[in-house]
């Protein structure tokens, strides 16, 4: 599992790593979903996917996550694995999960928005960090 | 010593962040806090106000209340006007939770009334309010429900039968802002917003039902409806998805227009367009529909908490007296008539995490209050008190008629869930008289008390500063957590 909590007083913030850029933005993926429920009491029962583009690689993380806490704000739909392709600029997803039933799955988080504040997408050698606070 | 390095204690209640403290600020910041709440000052708020100092046509200082945290762009607690010709207008100015708000429910129960039947009334309340993750409500929208929500906010809820009329003239601006278009409002918002009209949400957002433990201004208190002992309802809740959505994707655009009126941002989430630009206004317009909706959302939360009283107590509408106290935003931007140097202008006012606070005899007040000044509803936290304010004239004169909005976080949700280990917040709440049903498993240690700045020192500061006036305390005794 290669995501952790950042500690941040008003909010949440998470640090995800990856030796590729894919594996990154995956792990942060999953970390925002692990603010919002117990990933392992997730069953992949259905698949979403979706497409997006953006200028930079900071903004197609925010995109990315904004679109997960879209999708789940509006459909329930939460997923435990996420499968992503990043080429130009441009992420394909596809998230294995399903619909969040309050009697199955523990409530935690109400996550609003990913934010630019104090972003970071970066690669060190071969490893790549991005930490990235939430609105809540 | 100042706690903050190049920040300078002015009296008792302000310090000031001058001209420098960072590179292009146009204008001073002003932080209202005293000695105690300094020592919780941090750098990154502080930070936050000489930052949104260096936004274009920026009026008077930029403010931050005793209740400051670090937010994103804007401060919690921050104040910014900004003249409307040259100035600009910013999503960060206020925040995702477009008026998020509190609402103030008065009674004709006594504590005596309702102690008995305590447990049966939080039970109740939190069967019949949905809130926490993953909840929807019993209103679905349909495209033209929304769009209605949109322009009309309380209104549409009281056209729908959620409340009755006589509660619209005690809302901030009467529960609407007119001049909300529906068009410049996202899809995706309205899918966001479709199953969440007339929901609680989660976090720090509740429904407490409390007494009246002290009244400090008599008078004023009888001119509110309230009085010592007196069971009260507290309501805490925003624009839901609906809102997030907005500040999200204006946020976005939001920076493509920053870039292309050339402001010069010290951090991303300050995005911003000047005012008057069609940009600003598409922001504005959109801005007012959240709000609407916020508005229209608490109105739907409180006619189910009168329908529960109603129910429990078997009494008339009129024997339980359930009626507005007051309902404030705390997250919002607004174009209001100031006087700055003996000069009246038009500015638009940014409250992010904090209150409008006018005094008597402010022409935006309800014949109601026009003797008394707007009441000022501060949430505390769920163990210890909220309070009930008035506005002054010194509000008008040093913070564009703003105060304060709450306690403020002491600590972060990791260090309070850390704390907690071991205890039961619930039943350590229970042992203090009050009943707390959450539906969280976490939210409860997140939420505990500890977590958050002493409410009495916040509304102190505020009160002693002269900008607002203790009126009532008032006392948790049921709390429903999302």
């Known amino acids: 599992m290669s995501y952790q909590v950042i500690d941040v007083l008003g909010d949440v913030g998470l640090r995800a790593e990856g030796r590729s850029c894919e594996e990154c933005f995956i792990n942060a993926g999953l970390g925002l979903y692990s603010l919002i429920t117990d990933l392992n009491l997730i069953e992949q029962k259905e698949t979403k996917e979706f497409e997006l583009s953006a200028e930079t690689l900071e903004d197609l993380l925010v995109s990315f996550l904004n679109e997960l806490i879209f999708i789940f704000d509006t459909s329930g739909f939460i997923g435990n694995s996420i499968e992503v392709d990043i080429e130009n600029n441009i992420i394909k997803v596809k998230i294995h999960g399903e619909v969040f039933d309050p009697k199955k799955h523990e409530r935690r988080l109400l996550v609003k928005a990913a934010t630019y504040h104090n972003l970071v997408v970066k690669q060190e050698n071969n490893h790549w960090i991005a930490e990235i606070i939430f609105d809540i | 010593m100042p706690k903050i390095d190049g920040t300078v204690r002015i009296d008792s209640y302000r310090i000031q962040i001058p001209k420098g403290f960072v590179s292009g600020m146009r204008t001073d910041g002003i932080v209202y806090v005293d000695e105690i709440l300094e020592e919780e000052l941090e750098v990154d708020s502080v930070r936050q106000v000489a930052n949104v100092a260096t936004l274009p046509g920026i009026v008077g200082n930029s403010l931050a209340m005793p209740d400051i945290h ?125 199953a969440q009209q007339g929901t609680l949400g989660s976090g720090n957002h509740f429904l407490e039902v409390q007494y009246v433990a002290d009244v400090y201004e ?3 208190a ?131 995490g904090a209150t409008r606070a006018f005094p008597k005899n402010h022409p935006e007040l309800p014949d109601c209050y026009q003797d008394i000044g707007q009441p000022v509803i501060i949430p505390g936290d769920m163990g210890r008190a909220s309070f009930v304010l008035v506005g002054l004239e010194k509000a008008m004169q040093e913070t564009f008629g703003s105060t304060c909005h709450g306690a403020g976080r002491v600590l972060s ?70």
């Not at chain 2, 919002?332 to 992010?352: D, G, P, S, Y």
């Not at chain 2, 505990?448 to 948790?476: F, Q, R, T």
């Open chain 2, 70 to 194: 670090t937010g994103y762009g804007f401060p919690i607690g921050g104040v910014a006007a900004f003249n409307v010709d040259e100035g600009i207008i910013s999503p960060g100015g206020v925040g995702y939770d477009i008026n998020c708000g509190v609402r103030l429910l008065r009674s004709n129960l006594t504590r005596k009334d309702v102690e008995s039947k305590l447990e049966d009334l939080a039970n109740l309340l939190y069967t019949h309010i949905p809130s926490g993750v993953g909840s929807t409500g019993k209103i679905k929208l349909a495209p033209k429900d929304a769009e209605d929500v949109v322009r009309k906010g309380a209104i549409w809820a009281v056209e729908q039968g959620y409340g009755e009329a006589d509660d619209l003239q005690r809302i901030e601006s009467n529960g609407c802002l007119e001049g909300a278009d529906p068009d410049v409002i996202s899809q995706k918002a309205y899918e966001r917003g479709k």
């Open chain 2, 218 to 220: 008599p008078e004023v």
């Open chain 2, 222 to 352: 009888t001119a509110m409806g309230l009085f010592k002992g007196q069971i009260t309802v507290m309501i805490h809740s925003g624009s839901r998805g609906f809102g997030h959505q907005i500040c999200d994707d204006y946020v976005r655009f939001m920076l493509q227009s920053s870039k292309k009126y050339r402001i010069e941002l010290p951090d991303r989430e300050l995005a911003c367009a000047p005012f008057k630009s069609p940009e600003g206004q598409r922001y504005f317009s959109a801005m007012k529909g959240a709000a609407n909706y916020a508005w229209a959302n608490r109105q739907c939360l409180m006619h189910w908490t009168r329908e529960v009283f109603l129910k429990l107590f078997k009494l008339s509408p009129r024997e339980l007296g359930m009626k507005v106290v007051f309902d404030v935003a705390h997250n919002i931007a607004k174009e209001e008539l100031h006087t700055v140097n003996n000069k009246k202008m038009r500015l638009i006012v940014h409250r992010k």
């Open chain 2, 413 to 482: 949700r990791n260090q309070a869930i850390k704390q907690a280990k071991g205890r039961s917040i619930k039943q350590e709440m229970a042992e203090r008289g009050i009943i707390v049903r959450a539906a969280g498993k976490e939210t409860l240690a997140e939420e505990m008390p500890d977590a958050y700045k002493d409410i009495s020192n916040v509304v102190d500061v505020v009160h002693n500063a002269g900008i607002a006036k203790k009126v009532v305390k008032l006392k948790p005794l049921g709390v429903i957590k999302g």
